[in-house]
Structure formats: structure tokens, C-alpha cells
């Protein structure tokens, strides 16, 4: 699965990574010492009634530590104990739009997995049951069951034991709009089934189903063991209308034409998955064909959008030779189909060769010339291996889905754009990973917790995908793919722990990895570095660290680290192996070194502290091969506001081989364009990237700087630029044209553009009616609300508000009913975010104020709710 929050991930930043923040300042206070325990705080743990047997019971906290073992073992969820093995799952569904509800007949051929047993309990969410058959040979005989409307009990009339293969059948009524509540930071519902649209009332919304299982929420459309370590095959046919198109598991085998305009499809699966990858969509999809070495592919999308979904899909057979030649295990299914839907409730999912993606993805053929979706669809089909193929065994272990998954989008990038453009997601990784870890930090791999949906974390995603490259990098390529071939093969089709992993390196490497596997799988928290580097004896430099975590909470680390220096250009390194608190290195380097890198590569999870200078900083831009290296130190340079340094090498950053960097250079000179001023090779050099030198993402970061520049003197080049068949270039060009002022631009230009909906064209617009005042544009704000996609959405709420605040006689009302709908119902909470803001100028009457306090009551997602508290408060103590 693939969250949301990667999304507001890329649409709020991370442009500037606090891990290049390399500080100025030497920390001085160690964390790590113990802490003495105040008199106040013995205290306070008063009612401890010493014993005479436990001695300990005597110590201070001993009922506090008690506690918290007790509830650890009350909260560890084991993986689920197996009394049964579903063989077959056999469904037949027809579907009731009027009702939302699926009803069924489901077959399942089940042996007991090792004991003999009498009874069965089956997860049934939310159904309503009719008869239950019991067949093991014979006729099929009725057989009495209980039902807690959740899970069903069923009394077989014999006992079986694992010689036995007999088959449950039932006709029921699923009802997934019961209790559906909050998920998880990675999905935002847990329907399991869910009705797009299903009446037809939406103009703009087609209707469609389509399933979410991950964790436990398949049971809410079909009886089975919900549990990962279930394994099995199925059959399922759907009955729809014969106009729609219906995407399955497997393979579509047979199109029954029933009459009356339906149609029943049957999908098969030969091959075992586990219960929360079963899946299906139907709707009035276009399909693309593609192909990799005979494996069918198909992209799904709404139609009208086939041409834009064979540009974002494109990469997909690439992607699928690219696993299977590293990983050394063929793509392990028979088909792999791609659908994007409608209000999906995250990102992706992994459904076994049906992966389902967020609207986000269903872009025209213009709009996908600048997709950047690769990475989504290197995690989605990365999973067929890694989840798919080989299951956890139980959600304990999500990280060695998800963690693989993630890894997947470094190792496309890098294969693909090159290593540092992988660095730089890696980065953004373990940026996420901290940000997390400032209120969290929980073991890997969690027996212990109180809710599944937790697990969907950054600890299970980004610190575990960062894990994944720490052990490619230490144990080199080969070994770490050929261990993966291991794992993959010996445990195909089957489930997974932590442990499985270890062992498949350790047979390769022939290494014991415990201490790596334990520190970084088995524990919380991360190293805490402080680097000093003496450089008085520059032939032989040494290099001083400390582990400044707090060891009552983390591990000491065993670290391997590379520090690498230049001679004559050449780049030389070394690895470092940490084992203790304080430790230190002598380079031996030989030949005099003024600058040493530290994990110049970026490959370490550690916080790192170290003392450097601007003027330190501004060497390793030069020196140092790496872009990833080239970008921390401009990156560096921008958050200590070291003008002198960045104007100076502001030539060569923004001429940089990596885009990034050019990317990143563009967007501070947007702010010091007195630099442009000062060098008229600087602007001729940016003046040549936005005509047309590279990226289109630097191209429009070329623009952007000439129109804060002088705006006037580019106006030919915008009005030119308008029209380019990349959205973020012409975007771009077009609030250049917008900012103009002497001349400004004529209304009629402008005017030329309001047809447009892909919102980078769409905001310029709407900032040239705001900014000259001009009305009667009323229902052309309303008209792109309904439409606008994506991020554009959340950065037009803000137009639309300023807008109606302005003319509110020219449909104030409807604006504000339009926000307060997306506000409630919006399934991407930074829609929900961006609508929160636009109402806030709209909190009178009274009444508006009240809905916003109500609605803002029921936020599902922790961040976001206080985030609203924190205005709400405000607002409210006004009032
Ligand atoms: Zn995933």
C-alpha cells in the first residue's frame, strides 16, 4: 500500500531536508547519561507496598515497570493461529446501487491445517447469513452456526481432521457502509467494498466499485480467514452490467452474457494469495494494452484519459524486466493490470495483479508529459514480489512489505535517473522518518500494538527501506540480491518473519548479521552522531565520534561509515567500522587533505552533528563528484542565509549537472534577484534554461526567477512559453505574463487562457482576476472548483475564497457550501486542509463558525485536527 501523505510529502516539501542542517554549533549535553530520578518523582510513585519475597519490589517504579510488561504481553498480537487452511475460495456477486450492498454465494474448500476440528470460525463483517452447507463427500447437509455479526462460528456435524477436504458454501448479504470507520495514515476508511457514485447523482463522478482489503477489511465483502498467513486460490465472477468493465486477480477466464443487458465475468486465480490482495474494480474503464516478455499488461482508466495513462504507466515493462533481472525470480503472475479510481482511500494498493491507484494518476495526454508517478508504480509492482508472492505472516512484520516496497522507488530511480536522483528520495525517506520519530519511535518489527492501521507508518515504510539499502551497502550488490533470490524462492507462496530475512543473508554472505538485524529490525530509535574532524595534521587526519542517543532507549550502534577525500579530483575512501561510545580514526590518508566527507553518499540513517563552515561548505559544492553532496551543501548554504557563498557559486549551481541542484539554485535566486543584477551571465544562463535546456520542472524554475527578476523585459519570451506542450513550463511563463506590469498584460491574452483546467495553467488565471479586480468571474471559479484536480485543488480553494470575499453577491453561498462539503467529505485530507483554510474567511454568521467547529470535531487524522484546534481556539475566544 502506498500512503496519502506521500502526496501532501510532495506537495508540501520536503524542498529543503533538515538533515543537511548540519549544525554550526558543537552539542555539548550527552543525552545518554542515566537519569537519577528526582526525590519528587520517587515519590510520586507512591502506594508501592514492599514485599519481603521480591526484593525488587523495593525499587523505585518496580509496580510502573510491572505494569508495562503486563501490558505488553496484554497487547502482543501473535500472528494468527492456524486450526484451518481455506484450498479455494469460490465467489459469485452481484451488486445493489440502490442499497450498497453486495450480496453473494461464497464456496470454500477447507482442510484443518493440523489438529482435528469440530468447529470453524469464519470473519464475516457486517453480513447477513442464510443457510450454511457442510460437504466432505456426500450430499451437502446444513449446519447450525452462530453469528456475532462479525465472525461466524460454524458447527461442523463431524469432526475432520487434515485427511479431510470438505467445502462450506452460504448465500449472504455484505453491508460495507456499516461500521466503517477511521484507518489508518495510510488509508483513510475501512469499507473494504466501496460504491463510487453509486446512484448517478455526481455529473462529474463516474460511478464505479472497487475494494480495499489491507488490513482485515475483505472480510467485509466475503467470509474467510482474514489473516495474512492464509493462503489461497479463487474464482470470482461478477455480475454487472454489460457495458462496464470489470478488473480481476488472475486471469479473466469466461464473459457469461446473461440477458436483460448483465453479464457475469469470471476472474481466476491459479496461484495462492492471501485474503487482503483479493480485489476488484468495474467501471466504464478505457484500457491500454501493453506487454512484457508474454505477460499481459493493462492500464485502466477513466475514458478520455487512455493516452495520458499509456505516458504515466509507460515504464511498467521496463520496471518488470528491471525487478526480475536483479531479483532473479520472473514476475511471478500471469497478468499485471493497473486501474486508477475514483476517491480512492490511499495512495496505491498491492492487490495481486490488480493494483489500484489514487484519481491523482488519471492525467490527459498533456498533463502526463510531466508525470512524475514512477515511484508509486515501482512500489505497487515491486509488491507482487514482496507482500504478493511472499506474505508476511503476520502485521508485526509490515516492514518486510512495506520496507521492500519503498526501497523499489530507489532502486527504479537509480537504475533509471541515476543515483543521485535516488539519493534524493532516499533523503526525503528518512526526512519522514525523523519527523515521525520526534514523537514516536517503536521497534521495527511491533508484536505489541493496539491497532493494525498503526503499523502503516514511517517507521514501517521510510526507516525501513533505508534499513534495506544500509544492508545493500554494506554487504555489497551481489550478495544482497542474490539473498533476496533466496528469500523469494524459498518462501514462495508462503508467509515471512523478520528472521526469514536474516537467515537468507546470513546463507548467502556467510556473515553472522544479528547485531545489525537487532539494532535496526528489533529496536527503536536511531544513532545520534558527533563528528569532529582534526585536521592539524592534514597527511593523517583524525576523525572523532560520539554516540550521543539516549542508550536507555536505543541501541549503542555497531555503524560501518565511509568517509571519502579528494586527491588531484580523484575520490578516495575509506570505511570506518563503530562500535563503541566515543571512538576515534586515524585517515592515514598520506598525502595532505583540507576537507574529509563523512558518508558523503548519504547511505547512513543517523542524525549527524558537525561543525562546518560556509566556507567548508562552499569546497564540498566544488569538490565533490556527487550531487546528492553538491545539493546538501547548497541546501546548507540556503538555511544559513550564507549570501557572500551562494552568490558566489550561484553560476555554477544553477548550470549543475544534477537538476536538483539546478532546481534548488533557481528557487533562492527567486529571491535574490539583485544576483541577476549583478552578473549578466547569470541571467543569460538562466534566460537559456527556461527557452529550453533540460528538465521541464528546471525550466519552469527558470521562468519563475525571470519573472521576479524583471517581468516586463521577458514578456515575448512568456507569451511564447504559454503555449508549451509541458503544463509546468507554460504555468510557469503564464504568471510571468500575469505579473507583468509595464505594460501589463491585456485582459483579452489572458482571456485566451480561461478555458484551460490543468490548474497550473488555471491559477495564473485566477490570480490575474483577483489582483486587477476584475468580477463577473464568479461562475468560472465555481466551474474550475468542480473540476480542478490533484494538488491544483488545494492551492484554488485559496483563490476561491479570496474571490467570493471580494464579489460575494456573484455566489458567495454556493462557494462556501462547496468548501464545507470538501471540508467534511473529501477523502485527501490536504483537500480537507486546503478547505479548512479557504472557510476560515467565512466564519460569520455565527452559524458557519458553528459548522466549522463540528465538522472540524470529527477530523480522523491527529495532525490535521489540531492544526484546526489551534485556529478554531482562536476564533472561538473572539467570538
Ligand atoms: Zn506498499
Known amino acids: 500500500m502506498n500512503s496519502l501523505s506521500i502526496v501532501l510529502r510532495i506537495i508540501f516539501g520536503p524542498r529543503s531536508f533538515n538533515l543537511f542542517l548540519i549544525l554550526a554549533v558543537l552539542a555539548v549535553g550527552c543525552k545518554s547519561s542515566q537519569s537519577i530520578p528526582t526525590t519528587q518523582e520517587i515519590e510520586s510513585h507512591g502506594g508501592l507496598e ?29 500472528a494468527a493461529t492456524k486450526l484451518f487452511d481455506i484450498l479455494h475460495t469460490e465467489l459469485d456477486l ?14 470454500l474448500t477447507i482442510r484443518p491445517f493440523f489438529h482435528p476440528q469440530q468447529e470453524l470460525v469464519l470473519d464475516a463483517q457486517d453480513f447477513e447469513l442464510g443457510r450454511i452447507y457442510y460437504e466432505n463427500g456426500g450430499e451437502p447437509q446444513s449446519t ?32 460495507p457502509e456499516r461500521n466503517s470507520g477511521p484507518g489508518s495514515a495510510a488509508i483513510s476508511d475501512t469499507k473494504g467494498l466501496y460504491f463510487i457514485d453509486p446512484l448517478d447523482t455526481v455529473p462529474s463522478k463516474p460511478r464505479m466499485i472497487w475494494t480495499q482489503g489491507e488490513t482485515d477489511h475483505n472480510s467485509k465483502w466475503f467470509p474467510t480467514l482474514d489473516t495474512p498467513n492464509e493462503k489461497f486460490t479463487q474464482l470470482i465472477k461478477l455480475t454487472v452490467a454489460d457495458s462496464l468493465v470489470t478488473i480481476g486477480n488472475g486471469e479473466l477466464v469466461r464473459q457469461e452474457e446473461l440477458g436483460n443487458g448483465l453479464r457475469k465475468d469470471h476472474w481466476e486465480m491459479n496461484l495462492p494469495h492471501s485474503p487482503y490482495l483479493a480485489a476488484f474494480a468495474i467501471g466504464d474503464f478505457g484500457k491500454v494494452e501493453a506487454e512484457w516478455d508474454g505477460i ?26 528491471f525487478f526480475s533481472g536483479k531479483l532473479g525470480v520472473r514476475y511471478p503472475w500471469p497478468k499485471y493490470d493497473q486501474i486508477v479510481v475514483r476517491d480512492f482511500v490511499s495512495g496505491a494498493m498491492e492487490n495481486t495483479t490488480a493494483s489500484i491507484f489514487m484519481e491523482e494518476l488519471r492525467l490527459d495526454e498533456h498533463e502526463a508529459i510531466d508525470s512524475e508517478w514512477d515511484y508509486i508504480i515501482a512500489h505497487e509492482l515491486f509488491h507482487q514480489w514482496f507482500g504478493d508472492y511472499v506474505s ?23 537504475y533509471k535517473y541515476g543515483a543521485d536522483e535516488a539519493k534524493l528520495k532516499l533523503i526525503a525517506e528518512t526526512e519522514n ?49 542474490r539473498a533476496l533470490q533466496d528469500y523469494l524462492e524459498k518462501h514462495a507462496f508462503g508467509n515471512v518473519e523478520v528472521n526469514d530475512l536474516r537467515m537468507a543473508f546470513e546463507k548467502i554472505s556467510g556473515e553472522d548479521l544479528s547485531w545489525f538485524f537487532n539494532q535496526w529490525f528489533l529496536d527503536k530509535g536511531h544513532p545520534e552522531l558527533l563528528f569532529e574532524v582534526d585536521y592539524s595534521i592534514p597527511e593523517n587526519i583524525l576523525i572523532s565520534v560520539t554516540q550521543l542517543q539516549d542508550l536507555n532507549e536505543a541501541p549503542l550502534y555497531q555503524l560501518p561509515i565511509v568517509v571519502s577525500w579528494y586527491e588531484g579530483g580523484e575520490r578516495k575512501s575509506k570505511q570506518l567500522f563503530m562500535n563503541q561510545a566515543f571512538q576515534q580514526f586515524a585517515l592515514e590518508n598520506k598525502t595532505p587533505v583540507d576537507l574529509v566527507f563523512i558518508d558523503e553518499g548519504k547511505n547512513l540513517l543517523a542524525k549527524r552533528i558537525q561543525s562546518s563552515s560556509p566556507e567548508q561548505m562552499r569546497s564540498q559544492f566544488r569538490i565533490s563528484e556527487l550531487g546528492i553532496a553538491r545539493y546538501e551543501a547548497l541546501d546548507s548554504l540556503a ?15 544553477v548550470m549543475d549537472e544534477f537538476w536538483a541542484v539546478q532546481e534548488n539554485a533557481l528557487s533562492i535566486l527567486q529571491s535574490h534577484t539583485e544576483w541577476l543584477e549583478a552578473s549578466p551571465e547569470l541571467e543569460q544562463a538562466v534566460q537559456s534554461i527556461a527557452i529550453g535546456a533540460g528538465r521541464n520542472s528546471v525550466r519552469s524554475g527558470a521562468l519563475d526567477v525571470l519573472s521576479a527578476f524583471d517581468p516586463d523585459q521577458y514578456q515575448a519570451l512568456f507569451l511564447e512559453l504559454a503555449s508549451d506542450s509541458s503544463y509546468l513550463v507554460a504555468g510557469s511563463a503564464l504568471m510571468g505574463l500575469v505579473s507583468a506590469v509595464e505594460p501589463p498584460v491585456d485582459e483579452a491574452t489572458i482571456e485566451r487562457y480561461s478555458g484551460e483546467t490543468n490548474y497550473r495553467m488555471v491559477i495564473p488565471v485566477a490570480e490575474y482576476y483577483i489582483s486587477n479586480y476584475i468580477s463577473g468571474k464568479g461562475n468560472w471559479f465555481l466551474r474550475q472548483a468542480e473540476t480542478i484536480k490533484g494538488e491544483g485543488l488545494y492551492y484554488f480553494l485559496g483563490y476561491l475564497s479570496e474571490y467570493f470575499l471580494r464579489f460575494p453577491e456573484e455566489g458567495e453561498e454556493e462557494a462556501v457550501e462547496f468548501l464545507f462539503q470538501k471540508f467534511q467529505y473529501d477523502s485527501r485530507s490536504y483537500v480537507r486542509l486546503g478547505a479548512f483554510q479557504a472557510l476560515l474567511g467565512f466564519t460569520e454568521p455565527a452559524e458557519n463558525l458553528a459548522r466549522l467547529n463540528r465538522i472540524a470535531g470529527e477530523e480522523s487524522d491527529e495532525e490535521l485536527a489540531s492544526y484546526y484546534n489551534y485556529f478554531l481556539e482562536a476564533l472561538n475566544d473572539e467570538n
Do not use: C
Not at 508476511?392 to 537509480?414: H, P
Open 94 to 107: 452481484a451488486f445493489d446501487y440502490q442499497n450498497q450492498t453486495v450480496t453473494g454465494t461464497a464456496e
Open 50 to 78: 514492599p514485599s519481603d519475597t521480591l526484593s525488587q519490589a523495593a525499587t523505585p517504579g518496580y509496580d510502573r515497570l510491572v505494569q508495562e510488561k503486563e501490558q505488553a504481553i496484554a497487547l502482543y498480537k501473535p
Open 392 to 414: 508476511v505472516e503476520s502485521w508485526a512484520n509490515l516492514t518486510l512489505n512495506e520496507g521492500f516496497a519503498n526501497y523499489s522507488e530507489f532502486l527504479w530511480n537509480e
Open 433 to 481: 522518518y525523523y519527523a515521525e520519530a520526534e514523537n514516536k519511535q517503536v521497534d521495527l518489527i511491533r508484536y505489541a500494538y493496539s491497532n493494525a492501521e498503526d503499523l502503516f507508518d514511517s517507521h514501517s515504510y521510510s526507516k525501513g527501506g533505508m534499513i534495506i539499502h544500509m544492508l545493500r551497502t554494506y554487504l555489497g550488490e551481489t550478495v544482497f540480491y
Open 296 to 321: 499481459p499488461l493493462g492500464y485502466y482508466v477513466e475514458k478520455g484519459f487512455e493516452k495520458g495513462a499509456e505516458r504515466v504507466f509507460k515504464n511498467t515493462p521496463e520496471m518488470m524486466g
Open 639 to 653: 538555511a544559513w542565509e550564507a549570501h557572500l557563498e551562494l552568490e558566489s557559486m550561484m553560476l555554477e549551481a
Open 144 to 175: 447450525g452456526y452462530r453469528y456475532d455479526g462479525q465472525q461466524v462460528r460454524i458447527y461442523l456435524p463431524e469432526e475432520v481432521t487434515r485427511a479431510d477436504t470438505f467445502k462450506l458454501s452460504m448465500k449472504y448479504t455484505a453491508f
